[in-house]
């Protein structure tokens, strides 16, 4: 087996290889050739390039593609970490790397102290000339549908891997303001609730929310910085219609951005909110055991008073005088009672 069909066979028997096709002039081609042999045909042509998309490689799986676009170690390295890494793009020599979070919304049919909101992953591409390496990790962030919609729109692939790239951003951009709206709901969910007393909403919910919160800003908000890197004409001479693609998903982060600080604000006022409620419930009850506190001592002074067992005390020898300091206790406490309510006491 020579070296071609030796790379051919490894890339078809990776399970990680998710798809990998030719195209020229925006149209995907039908040959079932080695990568190599798909890669020179590609740098054949001024209008054509690889796209092969893989899904958490390891570094055996990844080796012939290494190999076949010369791409970096350092960038493979990275490529190939399942940890999560900041957005950013660097250049090495003819290839750009790029970082870009991915996120998704898990639906949930109530608000817990454990619910899962938000869930990441990751995408790490390789962009030369001729060819677009994605690479990603984590169940968000599928791009196969991205793939099959460039394939329906042959004049936007016919600009070439950068199109590639801004479809992939696009849809990551556009799950961020899919996220932002799902989350507004539940803090406005929350926000309704943290008013109701009987609603059980507790500060732990607040906090999970917020939670959730920071890590979908963790991911979206630093892919700013890189977007402003590829619009930077000294940085990266894109292509005048590409530019203008990736000014609109900057025109869509920008407003991602905004929304997860307003939320973030909400959320801090959420919590100082539910905090000052726990505050005056505690104020509260506080007030009710002293009032109790100052009727229970009021009964115990005239009881202790009379319990001292002195010889000469008023009305202490009265037939009627066992009954008549329980009226005193009694209606002292009722009156006592009464005006502790009457100011907001009890």
Wanted: glycine share 6%; with cysteine.
């Amino acid at each position: 087996m020579d070296v071609a069909a030796l790379e051919r066979y490894e890339l078809d028997t990776q399970p990680t290889v998710v798809d990998c096709a030719l195209y020229v002039s925006g149209v995907r081609q039908s040959e079932d050739l080695p990568l190599e042999e798909l890669y020179d045909r590609a740098r054949e042509l001024p209008d054509a390039f690889v796209w092969i998309g893989l899904h958490e490689p390891d570094a055996v799986g990844f080796a012939p593609v290494e190999k076949v676009f010369g791409l970096h170690p350092l960038a493979v390295e990275d490529a190939l970490k399942p940890v999560p890494q900041r957005p950013k793009v660097e250049r090495y020599e003819d290839v750009t790397f790029l970082v870009v979070r991915t996120a998704r919304y898990l639906p949930h049919g109530a608000l817990t102290e454990t619910s899962e909101v938000i869930d990441t992953g990751s995408v790490r591409l390789f962009l030369g000339t001729h060819f677009v390496v994605t690479v990603r990790h984590g169940e968000a962030g599928e791009l196969r549908s991205a793939r099959l919609d460039l394939e329906h729109n042959a004049t936007q692939l016919a600009l070439g891997p950068w199109a590639v790239v801004h479809a992939i951003l696009d849809r990551i951009v556009d799950g961020y303001l899919a996220i932002a709206t799902a989350i507004d709901n539940d803090v406005n969910a929350l926000e309704s609730a943290v008013f109701q007393r009987s609603s059980g909403t507790s500060m732990e919910h607040v906090y999970q929310l917020k939670r959730e919160l920071m890590e979908f800003r963790t991911a979206a908000v630093p892919l700013q910085r890189p977007l402003l890197l590829l619009l930077d004409k000294q940085t990266f001479a894109l292509p005048k219609e590409i530019r203008r693609y990736f000014r609109d998903v900057n025109d869509h982060q920008t407003r991602v951005i905004e929304q997860i600080v307003n939320h973030d604000d909400i959320l801090n006022s959420i919590l100082q909110a539910r905090l000052a409620q726990v505050t005056i419930d505690q104020n509260n009850d506080m007030r009710k055991i002293a009032s109790w506190a100052a009727i229970a001592a009021l009964q115990t002074a005239i009881a202790g008073v009379y319990g001292m067992n002195f010889e000469h005390m008023p009305e202490l020898h009265w037939r009627y005088g066992y009954a008549g300091v329980w009226v005193v206790m009694l209606a002292s406490g009722f009156a006592l009672h009464r005006a502790l309510r009457r100011n907001g006491w009890l």
